[in-house]
């Protein structure tokens, strides 16, 4: 199975603070096809405009893991763990048994631009933990760079969810970067700039491909991209 999901097909909310784009349903935008991807629930795109942002709210058993694109995002929470975050920062927050936190955007001027993703945990009723790593720019390119993992793998953040999430970025068609499928899991990929042909098929900013069933993801026919790739249990 190849599903292509176009970016113009994600819901949208425009609060003038906040403009965000959901690949799965979230909030107000529902969508009966787009209900998450296996343990994959969410996958928001937020801009939040210069000293605003998302006060103090609760969450519980779930892994939300923050992928900065652009400016610096502030985090607070009830654990006493607080940070800012700018691009080739990966942070991790294990709600567990339950967290408080606020994110604001750190700058008096310009705009954050960030993805914020939930991971449906495997084991719940577990501590609140933080972690956040760097992964600098070079270490993306021309290769998928684990950024998330069950076992922190390579440097990555640790995963409560037998889940593995890639980054690469790919500047121009002769790099390629492949990855093979083992049998029984799926694949999402979400693309956060330019355009590849994954597998032959063309996806753009904000496009997505749903992947089950095939051994080999390729990934090719690059045009200064950068992209998310989930390998996840079915």
Known sequence: MLDIHKNSSRGAADHGWLQSNHSFSFGHYYNPEAMGFGPLLVINEDRVQAGKGFGTHGHEDMEIITYVLSGSLEHKDSMGTGSVIQYGDVQRMTAGTGVRHSEFNHSSVERVH????????????????????????????????????????????????????????????DQEVQHSLKAGRSAYVHVIRGQVDVNGNTLKTGDALKIKDISLIAFANANEVEFLLFDLPY
Do not use: M
């Open 114 to 173: 960030f993805l914020q993703i939930w991971i449906e945990p495997n084991v719940k009723g577990i501590a609140p933990s933080y972690e956040e790593k760097h992964f600098d720019t070079a270490s993306k390119i021309g290769r998928l760079r684990l950024i998330g993992s069950p076992d922190g793998k390579d440097g990555s953040v640790l995963i409560h969810q037998d889940a593995y999430l890639y980054a690469s970025i790919l500047n121009t068609a």
